[in-house]
């Protein structure tokens, strides 16, 4: 499938917020996360992904979407892939979230937009306004690099 346009100039934006998400999640060993996803315990990784994003977000926000892959091949470090769900009012944004030994991965995948807001221009910043406006911290919602200028201009589509 491929990427939507917008998805490549929204993603490390939505990246930037959501890492402190992302470094909660890898708090929790790999190995839990590829048990509970190999036995379909999606529940399991939903009330770690819920408790850990109701720290950095309003709560329902960012859920997990009930899909995730693993990877635990024979010399290599395992990864863990969970799909997660933005739910903003303007937009529902997809996407992957890597986990590694190290680092973390965010892929964003699809971006579906209320239909009302598909044909502007600024629809990116938009949801980028939501996800600001959603943080717990007063700082972060504050702070919007996207509407300054320069090389953080505002993404268009």
Known sequence: MLAQEICLELEPYVAKAISGLAAELRLVDIADYIAYLRMERYGCVA????????LYFTPGYIEFAMDGETSAE?????EVTLMLLINSARAKAHIALTLCEHHAEIKLGYVNFASELEAREDRGSLLLDDIADNRMDRRARLFRPWQMGGILATPNA
């Open 74 to 78: 024979w010399g290599t470090a395992p």
């Open 47 to 54: 009330d770690i992904v819920r408790d850990a994003a109701d």
